[in-house]
């Protein structure tokens, strides 16, 4: 499994205020672009960071709920945030693993965000079918996601 940028941008904040913001998952609930639509919420925050564990659920079209569990699996702080999803036997198939990378970048921050796409990938033929519309699926999801981050952490600078 091939790890893939989802973004690359220019953030005019401090290293540490983009690094606050994606250390805690409960800041993407002020992003109305979020794919979870703002339904996260921390279950354990360690102090160190990693092992802290979030819960994000929806209710998706028809009633559906959807609910999942991840973990902090690695914390650098102001350099790097992983999250990765555990549990259910469907969130270790269909879901992967983020990592959010900070460094100085001017007068502000480049952030990148990795991903690394899901065991289903993995299974012979359907596998890699499936992969390419998770990818899709995960660009189109988030793509605005990062442009309101930009716009959010940008307005509580100017602020």
């Not at 690094?19 to 992003?31: I, P, Q, R, T």
């Amino acid at each position: 499994m091939d790890t893939k940028v989802l973004a690359e941008l220019h953030i005019e904040a401090p290293v540490e205020e983009v690094y606050a913001f994606a250390a805690d998952l409960e800041h993407f609930n002020e992003l109305k672009s979020s794919p979870m639509r703002g339904r996260y919420q921390t279950v354990e925050k360690t102090p160190e960071g990693v092992g802290s564990t979030f819960r994000a659920y929806a209710h998706l079209v028809g009633g559906l709920y959807y609910e999942t569990t991840g973990r902090v699996i690695e914390a650098v702080p102001n350099e790097r945030v992983a999250f990765t999803t555990e549990g259910r036997v469907m969130e270790t198939l269909m879901m992967g693993t983020f990592v959010f990378r900070m460094q100085p970048d001017g007068s502000g921050t480049r952030l990148t965000v990795e991903y690394t796409p899901p065991t289903i990938e993995k299974i012979p033929v359907i596998g890699g079918a499936l992969g390419s519309l998770i990818d899709k699926e995960m660009v189109r999801e988030h793509d605005p996601v990062w442009a309101e981050l930009k716009q959010v952490l940008e307005a509580k600078q100017a602020a």
